[in-house]
Structures are given as structure tokens and as C-alpha cells.
């Protein structure tokens, strides 16, 4: 990979590094490092081999494998990479048997750490009933999954526009970083998949 490519598809958002690595030519997989330990996170991996080339790449002593939802095109490489790196795999509670090689799972509120970088939970049940999102306060970045893109939402699966609204009793859980991740719903920016491939659906 070209070092322009390389630069273009990593950041580093208040000391946590963000991998983005293509998969299925249209969607991203993310390795997230934390830059002070070295610890790191695979988050919404379809195939396993360029992430396991990334890691050797980048040195990264992957700790977590997060999903946001349990869609093939985000978690069919869980188990292979779990079993790879010794690492759990987190989920929403409700997505427990469907989703590949989940050890853990998640509910709103709950937090999760890759290294001294630390994660909240929402329980964003749009795209499918079991979606969650994971919000980096200190390094401003999130991770939404099929759920929110920089043009709008996601398709609607096994849910409904009434479930994403805020419970007006938890509003200061479901707020954003202010400054727009690079991380955030990268898919935006993707370019078609080659001629003659399609990717995995649903999405």
C-alpha cells in the first residue's frame, strides 16, 4: 500500500490512532490503537486477512474485537480473529447467538477500554434491534455502524424510527463527540466495488 493511501486511511483523534482498512470494496473495518499503550481494537470485521495484515503492520497488541451489530458484513471474521489474538468479542446483549464468536455482551451505559482510551455504550436500535455505538469522548470519535452516515441513517431492518429517538430522561447519554471522526460512518466516502463483485447484503 502506497504511503499517500496509508496516510489517507489513518488519523490520529486525541491519542487514539484509526486504521481504516477496506473490506468487501464498498465498507471499512477499523483497527483503533491506543497510542500510549499499544493496546488495540478491531471494530466491524467482515475478513480476516488484511486486518491481521494491518496489526502486524502497525505492531498493535489487539486486546477487543468490537461489533456494532450482528449484519455477516461487519462480524463474519469475529471467530477467526478471536481465536488469532485470544481477544473477546463484544456485542449488544440481545444480538447473543447471533452474533459470530460474541463472549460479551453489552447494554447501554456500559463502558469499554482499549488501552487508557475509554468508550461509552449507546443503544442506537435502528438498523437492526440489537445495534449499539461506540462513543471515544476524549479522542472525539464514533463508531455507528450501519446506523448513521455523514448523508443520513441507515436502512431500517428489524426496527423502527420511533426506537432511535432519545428517552428524554437520558439525553446527555446519546450525545456525540462535537467534531465530526473521520472514524464516523467512513462508508460515506467509499468508492464503488470493482465491476462484477457485490458485496455481502444485507446492509
Known amino acids: 500500500m502506497g504511503s499517500s493511501l496509508r496516510e489517507l486511511l489513518s488519523c490520529s483523534p486525541m ?3 484509526v486504521e481504516r ?6 465498507n471499512y473495518t477499523y483497527l483503533i490503537v491506543c497510542e500510549d499503550t499499544g493496546e488495540a481494537a478491531i471494530v466491524d470485521a467482515p475478513e480476516d486477512a488484511g486486518v491481521i495484515r494491518r496489526v502486524e503492520e502497525t505492531g498493535a497488541n489487539v486486546v477487543k474485537i468490537l461489533s456494532t451489530h ?4 461487519h ?3 469475529n471467530p477467526k480473529l478471536a481465536e488469532k489474538y485470544g481477544a473477546p468479542v463484544l456485542g449488544h ?3 447473543s447467538g447471533r452474533l459470530p464468536g460474541q463472549t460479551d455482551g453489552l447494554e447501554e451505559g456500559d463502558t469499554v477500554t ?5 468508550a461509552r455504550v449507546l443503544f442506537i436500535p435502528a438498523h437492526t434491534a440489537g445495534h449499539i455505538a461506540y462513543v471515544f469522548d476524549e479522542a472525539e470519535a464514533v463508531f455507528s455502524g450501519d446506523t448513521l452516515f455523514a448523508g443520513g441513517c441507515g436502512r431500517l431492518f428489524t426496527s423502527t424510527p420511533r426506537a432511535t429517538s432519545p428517552s428524554p430522561s437520558t439525553p446527555s447519554r446519546r450525545t456525540l463527540p462535537r467534531r465530526k471522526s473521520s472514524s464516523a460512518s467512513a462508508r460515506s ?3 464503488p466495488p470493482p465491476t462484477g463483485t457485490t ?3 444485507p446492509r
Open 199 to 201: 458485496p455481502p447484503r
Open 189 to 191: 466516502a467509499r468508492t
Open 93 to 95: 446483549a440481545s444480538d
Open 70 to 73: 450482528h449484519h455477516p458484513d
Open 21 to 26: 482498512i477496506p473490506t468487501f470494496g464498498d
Open 75 to 77: 462480524s463474519m471474521a
Open 114 to 118: 482499549v488501552g487508557n482510551q475509554t
Open 15 to 17: 491519542g487514539l490512532r
